[in-house]
Structures are given as structure tokens and as C-alpha cells.
Nanobody
Framework: QVQLVESGGGLVQAGGSLRLSCAAS????????MGWFRQAPGKEREFVAG????????YYVDSAKGRFTISRDNAKNTVYLQMNSLKPEDTSVYIC????????????????WGQGTQVTVSS
């Protein structure tokens, strides 16, 4: 089992920044590829960013490219999502997830999920 706990969400004005953290415990964090997803009310869960177990490969949804940066610190068992130039349409619950095998954008392919942290961007 891998337990994931997100933090860092909040209310921010458009154009502002937030840094989300996802702390992992349980099995060896460095064995897992990590993803950040988001889900707004009434909408499907959407892939935002992913990072491979060693941090070499990173992927982003088109709307996040150039604004969001995913990173990880395996010594601290933590993955981060730095979000800059936030827009009202980024408002959502942000959830991190872990997957042992190859990185993917498909939510159903992830093995472990956190509870999520709310991000609200005001216009």
C-alpha cells in the first residue's frame, strides 16, 4: 500500500501561484511513477502532469504546459506541482496518484490515490 496526502491548495487570484505537495508513505516511493490529476464538480478526472520514478520524464496536459511544473524529491517521498499564472478554469480538486508501471495519462491505470486538495482561482 501507498498512502498519499496532498497539501498546498487554497484560494488565489488569477495570475497567482500555488505549490502543491503530495507526501507518500508506505512502500518505496522511488519505485512509483507519479501523476497529478484534477476533477471539477460534474466533470471527469483529468490528467494534469506526470513524472517518472527517477524524474527523467515529465508530461503535461496542453493547458498546463509553460505554466505548471511537476517535480519530485525521492529522499523526502514527495512530489510537487508548481502552478504559475493560474486561471479561473484551473479551479478544481487536485489529486495525486501513484503507479508502479509506465507513466500514463489514464486515471484508471493508477494504483493509489490521495484525497485531493482544493484549488480555487478567482477572477
Amino acid at each position: 500500500q501507498v498512502q498519499l496526502v496532498e497539501s498546498g491548495g487554497g484560494l488565489v487570484q488569477a495570475g497567482g501561484s500555488l505549490r502543491l505537495s503530495c507526501a507518500a508513505s508506505g512502500r518505496t516511493f522511488s519505485n512509483y511513477n507519479m501523476g497529478w490529476f484534477r476533477q471539477a464538480p460534474g466533470k471527469e478526472r483529468e490528467f494534469v502532469a506526470g513524472i517518472s520514478w527517477e524524474g527523467r520524464d515529465r508530461y503535461y496536459v496542453d493547458s498546463a504546459k509553460g505554466r505548471f511544473t511537476i517535480s519530485r524529491d525521492n529522499a523526502k517521498n514527495t512530489v510537487y506541482l508548481q502552478m504559475n499564472s493560474l486561471k479561473p478554469e484551473d479551479t478544481s480538486v487536485y489529486i495525486c496518484a501513484a503507479r508502479r508501471v509506465a507513466l500514463t495519462t489514464i486515471p484508471g491505470a493508477y494504483d493509489y490515490w490521495g484525497q485531493g486538495t482544493q484549488v480555487t482561482v478567482s477572477s
